[in-house]
């Protein structure tokens, strides 16, 4: 997928409501693999919960795999070494996220923040501001 889709997914993300999405991100979405639409829908899904529910984050990006492989299902996705970037900053995050069979329509999302990534480890983890 390229970063240029990425980035417009990201985004239109910020605008979309939780359990609805646009018709424009659904297109978008629609067009990649399960696995990559999977990923992106719960990657959406965690900065609108982040947003919603912590009012110190303004969250804009989510990487599912930075700091281990998430565990990755049909209809679900395991990130325990995810992170988000909120005001120019990276925090660790774990999330669990199951979606319907479209992976479009999220069914079960928890997530847990950790501490904030040091900038000394920001180029080893391909991190960026």
Known sequence: ???????????????????ALEAGIVRQLEALTPEE????????????????????????????????DPEVGSTSIRAPGAVFR???????????????????KIKSFQYKIGSIVPHEDWQQYYLYN
């Open 1 to 19: 997928m390229s970063i240029r889709l990425l980035s417009v997914l990201m985004v239109l993300a910020l605008a979309a409501p939780a359990q």
């Open 37 to 68: 639409r999977l990923e992106q829908r719960c990657d959406i899904e965690a900065m609108d919960r982040i947003r919603k529910d912590q009012q110190d984050f303004r969250p804009d990006k989510v990487i599912a795999y930075t700091f281990s």
């Open 86 to 104: 909120s005001k120019g900053e990276w925090y660790r995050l774990k999330y669990k996220c199951e979606t319907g069979p479209r992976q479009l």
